[in-house]
């Protein structure tokens, strides 16, 4: 009987649901909100000239230097990250302080032409024809900027005597050179220089004052070949036998060569102004003031005198 009455008990498992929470969510809202940004600043980018994308680039190479540059406009005025140009939206202002800085930054100025000069050594090695010229060229970073120097030599001269035939290897080199000088703003000059062997004729006829400028210009054509842009060019001229190598007599065959010069941006304003910037001018006015005003009283005293002669 007490069997018959045993109670009976049933065990419930209670099922506990935990809540995921929506931490997923946030993390799809943000790498849908970091694709669209990214789009965003593709589509941009593509609507951008080639001068507002190497601004863009400056900048975030250096946004600390680019944005303390400082300046005047409105732009400029509340932000630690300042702008450029008129307003936000322009970019010729923050171009200015960009070439502002690397002119007055010397030793960015010398990584950047020393970095060039790598480029074009490593180009030359890779190149089993142009490996045998590596003797002949000499690199120099002055204050006008890098210098290349193509040098002649008995055994393997550049042009033919007395020419301005450029030889294959060397045409090879200009062509070679042209990519690697248009990846760089800055733009550039070539000279062409000889030994002091006379021609038969004298300097009255032709002489090596042709010869180095027609040697020059064969070189920028190798340069223009191999899609070199014109408008980089600034100057294109021949030195005859006036300007020899250090250490080197006149009629020394590596005096034979031509030199390109890519000029840094305050060196190749200089040369658009002749050999003046506005300051020099503004200097050299204020020297020749008082002359200019005595000269201008002798004037004035020697018409009066005339005039009074006149009359009489």
Do not use: C
């Not at 600390?64 to 406009?73: F, H, I, P, Q, T």
């Not at 055994?155 to 035939?165: A, H, L, N, Q, Y």
């Not at 021609?199 to 070189?219: F, I, K, M, V």
């Not at 390109?260 to 003046?276: L, N, Y």
């Amino acid at each position: 009987m007490a069997e018959d009455h045993r109670p009976i008990i049933i065990r419930r498992k209670k099922i506990v649901k935990k809540h995921h929470g929506g931490s997923w969510k946030i993390a799809l809202a943000d790498f849908m909100t970091a694709l669209m940004a990214l789009f965003l600043v593709m589509w941009i980018l593509s609507m951008s000239s080639e001068k507002d994308r190497q601004s863009i680039s400056e900048y975030f190479r250096t946004p600390l230097l680019v944005s303390m540059a400082g300046g005047e406009r409105s732009s400029n005025a509340a932000s630690v990250i300042q702008g450029g140009g008129t307003d936000p939206t322009h970019m010729e202002g923050e171009q200015a302080r960009i070439d502002l800085r690397r002119e007055t930054r010397p030793s960015d100025v010398r990584r950047h032409f020393n970095e060039i000069r790598r480029r074009v050594e490593s180009a030359i090695e890779a190149d089993p024809v142009l490996r045998a010229l590596k003797a002949q060229l000499q690199f120099d970073v002055t204050r006008e900027g890098l210098r290349i120097m193509m040098l002649d030599t008995e055994t393997k001269p550049m042009f033919e005597v007395g020419s301005d035939r450029i030889a294959p290897y060397m045409e090879r080199l200009l062509r070679t050179l042209a990519p690697l000088l248009n990846e760089i703003p800055n733009e550039v000059t070539i000279s062409g220089h000889t030994d002091s062997l006379p021609y038969a004729g004298g300097e009255r006829g032709y002489s090596n004052w042709e010869l180095s400028a027609d040697r020059a210009n064969e070189s920028r054509k190798a340069l223009l070949d191999g899609g070199f842009e014109p408008e980089r060019l600034l100057l294109v001229m021949g030195a005859a036998d006036r300007i020899p190598l250090d250490g080197t007599a006149t009629d020394d065959p590596r005096n034979r060569r031509i030199t390109i010069v890519v000029h840094t941006f305050e060196s190749a304003e200089f040369i658009k102004r002749q050999g003046f910037f506005p300051q020099d001018q503004e200097e050299l006015d204020a020297r020749l003031e008082p002359d200019v005003q005595q000269l201008n009283e002798e004037f004035q005293r020697a018409t009066n005198a005339t005039d009074q002669t006149k009359q009489k």
